[in-house]
């Protein structure tokens, strides 16, 4: 094997030759989606369909589909191809998703002949891109609901027909200007087009539009709409009121120029929704309000806003949610004390404002508010009068507010409350703190004070999510209540909880989901030998641990006889990395379906690792590298799971990675996504890469046999003389020619057991290092014990059969002595001629079936950065097979002690 890994070497820096042809397509079910959802981010693909299908680098649409299996519901092709054919899709007639970010040009309406089921048709690409469509181009579509332009530029398009269920027009990120624009480009969207009715759309979504500023008027005459969203775009809110709609009820316009509230065009329209996001609105004044009672929606998030208008609930009797978050409001007074006037608003969010204290009216006209969202403010207190009224609320998140102190019986008033965050807060808890919530609180998130008084942790019984961040100090926190009998969603963040292993499925005995992050898993761990999760969670169905990356050793997770999804991240000690096996990570799952691994320093996956998991249909592999997949998986194949996604994860450029190429292409049952990009890169730090498995196909002569290997070698041959071509100019020649040799007579040598070597030594030496091993080297070696050590050295100048090619004598040499010493000096290795010859002695003894030892000697320290790379072959020697000729004498009987032993013989006196 050691050679194998040597071969590589003489790599270094080839330039990239043949591609691996393997499809760049990632497929996935629908309800896996989240697990590759990057992936996907390209298109919105939707995880409700059953089959899914991503393909990369797409240049032959044709050659790209093959590997896409046809019964995909929905595609996402990325590329570069121009045209789509006729019938592209036509072995696709179940597809309801598709999306294509290619370079299209033009679309041909044959194109999309027979995709009837289509229901979501996305065109996604560049600005600069201008994309022409005929005006049938969707006219048979007859699915289609969503008709989605990301990117595309279509200016220059006429009358394009729609296709006739279409609810939901993008054309976002574009080149549009006008509004007025998209109405000669679909006059479908208009009255008095030829279809005479006018259109409804659920949605028109122009945003992202950033030139878009212009609405000729009536340039929608008639469009009734659901939602228009002009989001991104240098539009004005007031400029809607002019488009000529006959109907709209939601309009956002997040991030545009609009400076006041659209008063006019809620008006109008008596819209609904009202979305002013990220606008420079900064006040709203009373006046403007008045016109605004229709709006049930309002969103004022990120406006600069500093004070609210006094009468604001009270303008919009019909307000179920405003969004407030991210303003300036050190105060808010919503609820005036004159009319006594409630208000039906059931959702306030104020978070990240700069709220310090709440006064205890602040919410008492909302007596059917559900959920109030303050965290991210200033509140250090809270007076039990505030929540007051508060009847209906469901949710109450205080996360991320620096509160101390929460009043006696503050949570009194909140007697539907459900779900409590107190997560991100600095609350001291009192030794005789008593948790009890409403009956009815069943999700809590908590953090827990490391203070150093400890005290045993009172929580609600009834909970059904609870997650708890504690960090870990001296002292643990305890559990005071013995059971939480229907808890089934745990998150632990921090070891601060203590909670005996033994009795924790008597603790938590419904529990179905468990997260464990940052921390290590040790504590959890037993602490033999074997090292296995103690927890025994009979029901548990999802655990995901999340490590801090400093356990010195892998924990095994086993044993857990419901478990269908695990989840292992950042596991690898980033102090002391060491390979893993898969078989340390997990054990005995038997109801494992999914397993996701990233980080966790595993190497090895072999067949034993898969032997307690067979229900396994997904294995997901991201951030980790140098993989090795043992040749025992390809017997065990068939009980292969059914997805195994290498994502941005490596495998190892190892010989014992070489079956995995061939058996990619064949594996009659395992659907494998790994990133195409995978290239071996033979020395650490080279610069040079090759794909892997061309590269470890012709390489790894175990798996391809003798016919392949000369193939290979032969390839391998001309490919070491490129780099030559320029260095060497002629002798490039002379070098393929003495490797070959030196091949071929390794082979001979191989069949020839009794080979007897001729020489001892074979010295490559420049000659401007001839001085040294005359004087130095040769009287060592060659003169007669005891002063010298009566080898036989091969000396190209002395040795050489004269007359003969030096290649040839270089080659045979080489090849009958038993040991290479390489003399190298910074001096040789700035000579074109004896960099050559010295590549020439690393090659060949590379190349040879049967590599002789090689030693280096270098007569003067000499830095990494001034070898040529094919030196740092140095780093792949075995440690010690290399020595520096020191300047002072008394050191130099060590150098001869160090060569004395590599050669075989006793120190020199
Ligand atoms: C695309 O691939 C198909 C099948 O692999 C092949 O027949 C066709 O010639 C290719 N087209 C181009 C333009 O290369
Ligand atoms: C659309 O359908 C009609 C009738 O089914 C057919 O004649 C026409 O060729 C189709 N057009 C395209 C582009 O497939
Ligand atoms: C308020 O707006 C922010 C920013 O868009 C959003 O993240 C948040 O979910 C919204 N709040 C509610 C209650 O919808
Ligand atoms: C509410 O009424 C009290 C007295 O009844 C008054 O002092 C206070 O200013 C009023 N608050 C508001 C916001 O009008
Ligand atoms: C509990 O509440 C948090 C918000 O504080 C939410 O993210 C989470 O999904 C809820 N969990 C359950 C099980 O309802
Ligand atoms: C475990 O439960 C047993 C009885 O059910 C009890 O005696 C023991 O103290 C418990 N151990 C821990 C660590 O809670």
């Known amino acids: 094997m050691g050679r194998h890994l040597l071969l590589p070497g003489l790599f270094l820096y080839l330039p990239l030759t043949a591609g691996w042809t393997a499809s760049n397509c990632l497929v996935t079910e629908g309800s896996r989606l989240p697990l590759v959802s990057r992936f996907f981010l390209v298109c919105p693909l939707d995880s409700s369909l059953p089959l899914l299908a991503a393909c990369y680098s797409v240049t032959n649409l044709t050659q790209a589909l093959e590997a896409v299996p046809q019964s995909v519901e929905g595609l996402c092709l990325a590329g570069s191809t121009l045209f789509l054919h006729p019938d592209a899709f036509s072995h696709f007639p179940g597809l309801k998703v598709l999306g294509l970010n290619l370079r299209l040009t033009q679309l041909l309406p044959e194109a999309l002949r027979g ?13 600069t891109n201008h994309l022409f469509l005929p005006p049938d181009a969707f006219g048979n579509l007859s699915s289609l609901q969503h008709l989605a332009f990301l990117g595309p530029c279509l200016d220059g398009n006429l009358g394009v027909r729609l296709p006739p269920g279409l609810q939901r027009l993008d054309v976002k990120n574009s080149c549009l200007q006008n509004v007025g624009k998209l109405a000669n480009i679909f006059p479908d969207l208009v009255l008095g087009s030829s279809s005479g009715e006018a259109w409804t759309l659920d949605m028109l979504d122009l945003s992202f539009n950033n030139g878009l500023k212009m609405a000729s008027p009536g340039a929608l005459q008639g469009l009734k709409l659901g939602t228009l969203r002009l989001d991104h775009t240098k539009m004005e809110a007031a400029a809607v009121v002019g488009l000529g709609l006959q109907r709209l009820d939601t309009l956002s316009v997040i991030k545009t120029d609009t400076a006041e509230l659209p008063a006019r065009a809620v008006a109008h329209f008596e819209l609904q929704e009202l979305n002013l996001g990220s606008t420079l609105i900064g006040h709203i004044a009373l006046e403007a309000l008045a016109s605004c009672y229709s709006l049930r929606r309002l969103g004022l998030e990120s406006s600069g806003l500093t004070d609210l208008p006094p009468g604001l609930l009270a303008a919009m009797p019909r307000l179920q949610r405003l969004n407030l978050s991210s303003n300036q409001l050190q105060s808010v007074m919503l609820c005036t004390n004159e009319t006594g006037a409630v208000s039906g608003l059931w959702a306030l969010d104020l978070s990240k404002n700069g709220l310090h204290t709440l006064s205890p009216a602040t919410f008492s006209c909302l007596p059917h508010l559900r959920e109030l969202l303050l965290q991210g403010n200033q509140l250090v207190c809270l007076e039990g009068q505030v929540f007051q009224g508060l009847r209906r609320l469901e949710m109450l998140d205080l996360g991320g507010n620096p509160l101390v102190a929460l009043g006696d019986g503050w949570l ?11 997560l991100d807060t600095r609350m001291v808890l009192s030794p005789g703190w008593d948790f009890q919530g409403p009956e009815s609180l069943h999700n809590l998130s908590l953090q827990l004070p490391s203070g150093p008084s400890r005290v045993a942790l009172s929580l609600p019984m009834r909970l059904r999510s609870l997650e708890l961040h504690a960090a870990s100090g001296r002292e643990h926190w305890k559990l005071a209540s013995n ?116 980080q966790t320093g595993l190497e090895t996956l072999s067949a034993a690792a898969f032997q307690g998991l067979g229900s396994l249909q997904v294995l997901v592999l991201d951030w980790e590298t140098g993989l090795v997949l043992d040749g025992s998986l390809q017997e065990h194949s068939p009980q292969m799971p059914q997805y195994m996604y290498i994502l941005t994860a490596s495998l190892a450029c190892q010989c014992a990675n070489a079956w995995v190429g061939p058996w990619l292409e064949r594996s009659p049952r395992t659907y494998i996504h790994i990133n195409s990009n995978q290239l071996c890169q033979p020395e650490p730090g080279g610069r040079s890469k090759n794909p892997l498995f061309p590269f470890l196909q012709s390489h790894c002569p175990k798996t391809s046999g ?129 960099r050559l010859e010295l590549r020439l002695a690393t090659s060949l003894l590379l190349a040879a079936p049967q590599p002789p030892v090689l030693l280096l000697v270098f007569l003067e320290p000499v830095s990494r950065h001034q070898l040529p790379r094919y030196h740092r072959l140095a780093r792949l020697l075995r440690r010690g097979d290399y020595c520096v000729w020191p300047k002072e004498d008394e050191r130099k009987d060590e150098f001869w002690a160090w060569l004395g032993s590599r050669l075989g013989k006793p120190g020199l006196g």
């Open 483 to 598: 059971v939480f009998p229907v808890l089934q969603t745990l998150t632990l963040k921090g070891w601060g909880l203590q909670l005996g292993t033994q009795n924790v499925s008597e603790i938590f005995p419904a529990l179905l989901q468990l997260s464990l992050l940052g921390n290590s898993l040790e504590a959890l761990c037993s602490q033999d030998t074997s090292s296995f999760f103690l927890w025994q969670l009979p029901r548990l169905q999802y655990l995901r641990v999340w490590g801090d990356r400093h356990s010195p050793r892998p924990c095994c997770i086993t044993g857990l006889p419901s478990l269908r999804e695990l989840k292992l991240q950042a596991l690898q000690s980033r102090a002391q990395p060491r390979p893993v096996r898969l078989e340390e990570l997990v054990g005995e799952l038997p109801r494992l379906e999914v397993l996701h691994l990233a």
């Open 412 to 422: 009194a008033p909140l007697p539907a409350l459900t779900t409590l965050n107190l």
């Open 115 to 127: 995709l009837g089921q289509l229901k979501q048709l996305f065109f996604i690409g560049l600005r």
């Open 706 to 834: 003798l016919g392949l290997f000369l193939g290979s070698f032969a390839l391998l041959l001309l490919l070491i003389s490129l780099p030559l071509l320029q260095e060497a100019r002629n002798s490039w020649i002379l070098y393929l020619q003495a490797l070959f040799r030196a091949w071929l007579q390794g082979l001979r040598g191989r069949r020839d057991e009794g080979h007897r070597f001729l020489y001892d030594v074979f010295v490559s030496h420049c000659r401007q290092d001839q001085g040294w091993v005359v004087w130095e080297l040769l009287p060592a070696l060659e003169g007669c014990p005891p002063a010298g050590w009566g080898l036989r050295l091969c000396l190209p100048e002395r040795d050489f059969e004269p007359g003969k090619d030096v290649a040839d004598n270089v080659a045979e040499n080489m090849a009958s002595s038993r040991v290479v010493l390489c003399v190298l000096s910074r001096q040789a290795l700035n000579t074109p001629r004896c």
